[in-house]
Nanobody, 122 residues
Framework: QVQLVESGGGLVQPGGSLRLSCAAS????????MGWYRQAPGKPRELVAT??????????DSVKGRFTISRDNAKNTPYTVYLQMNILKPEDTAVYYC?????????????WGQGTQVTVSS
């Protein structure tokens, strides 16, 4: 079983920045996708950003130009991903979840972190 441990959430004023981190407990496969999702009260969970093992990234339109996802490229390091969030807005307030997705024939797997609260408020 893989565990994902998130850190870096908190309270920040509008226009401020936060950096989220997520580290997996172990590696499993060479090809994978890691990402960040968020869920605000009363709303469904939504994709924020993803990054593949070869470095391809994808962002929700609402965060493009403000958020940057990156990963630790060091060898022999369990999967580690970061989310740098700049110019934060009140609508970014949500619980942020780290996700690890991979395929190991014949199944696909998804692992989730416990979530970290991000609150943007003055």
């Amino acid at each position: 079983q893989v565990q994902l441990v998130e850190s870096g959430g908190g309270l920040v004023q509008p226009g401020g920045s936060l950096r989220l981190s997520c580290a997996a407990s172990r590696t499993i496969v060479d090809r994978y996708t890691m990402g960040w999702y968020r869920q605000a009260p009363g709303k469904p969970r939504e994709l924020v950003a993803t990054i593949t093992s070869d470095g391809s990234t994808n962002y929700a339109d609402s965060v493009k130009g403000r958020f940057t996802i990156s990963r630790d490229n060091a060898k022999n390091t369990p999967y580690t991903v970061y989310l740098q969030m700049n110019i934060l807005k009140p609508e970014d307030t949500a619980v942020y979840y780290c996700n690890l997705h991979y395929r190991r024939f014949p199944r696909e797997y998804d692992h989730w972190g416990q979530g970290t609260q991000v609150t943007v408020s003055s």
